[in-house]
């Protein structure tokens, strides 16, 4: 007798977020399973899959199914054992708690404020996979908006301000936020800014989204300075008003999944004694950011 599965789909917030159920990630996936899986991401942006007791190579397998895995630039948070693999964890890869100052923590420490992943790449990645391995009960809650809504909602003053515009992603804005290991030449030469529509549309879905991610955004296009930090600061904070937020609270062996095309995201400070160990895969762009 076979067991037939059904892939089931249960919303978690009305802006985004479904808990996705009856499917096993550590296996091969067919076509129609796939399908479901994309179509529901595609629908809710967000996807929690609990209870998936899977490895390094099934992670970095099931995240094939969307594209090639973006390896990341640094070889600071990027796993020694897999390239495909970036680690936001406060223990290391002998399994040694690192001290709250660290350099590695202080540059992922910067996942505290809102963002979009690998914003700074010419094509910016599709989406992101995230293993929680060891998780926070102190804090440690992923928290997603919907910059969909974000954009609809705006007030008309703003969305002028961003239609039509670019903002500046630069990977080395981290280092004007925090003392982190500063690059490389040739770190820098691989990651030089890009300038990317604040208003952009999803190459799937057509829909049309605020594009910023604050942490690496430090210009805005015909604006000083101070004129662009305000504006990106302004934007934030209307972007996480709770009725476009769904915040995750971990529970061991979740995988949660998300667009960075159309939302951002931030962790919640927790106790740095505690463990927290997650694991990352990225899925390479493809596309350039239209704007809309
Ligand atoms: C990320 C990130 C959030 C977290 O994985 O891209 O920003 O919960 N992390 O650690
Ligand atoms: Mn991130």
Sequence with gaps: MSVIQTISAKKLHPALGAEIRGIDL??????????AVNDAWMEHLVLVFPEQHISDEQHVAFTRYFGVPEIFHQD??????MKEIFRLANVDEDNNLMPAKHITLRQTGLAQMWHTDSSYRPLPCVGSLLHGLEISRTGGQTRFTNMYRVYEALPESLKKKVRGR???HDFGNLHRLADIKPLTEAEKAAMPPVWQPMVRSHPVTGRISLYISPIYNDQVEGMDDAAAVTLIAELTEFAQQPGFVYSHQWEPNDIVMWDNRCTMHQVTPH???ERRVMHRTTIEGVDPVTAA
């Design 26 to 35: 550590g296996r091969p996936v067919d076509a129609a399973s796939f399908k």
């Design 76 to 81: 600071i948070i990027r796993s020694k054992r």
């Design 271 to 273: 106790d740095p004694m």
């Design 166 to 168: 670019k903002a500046r």
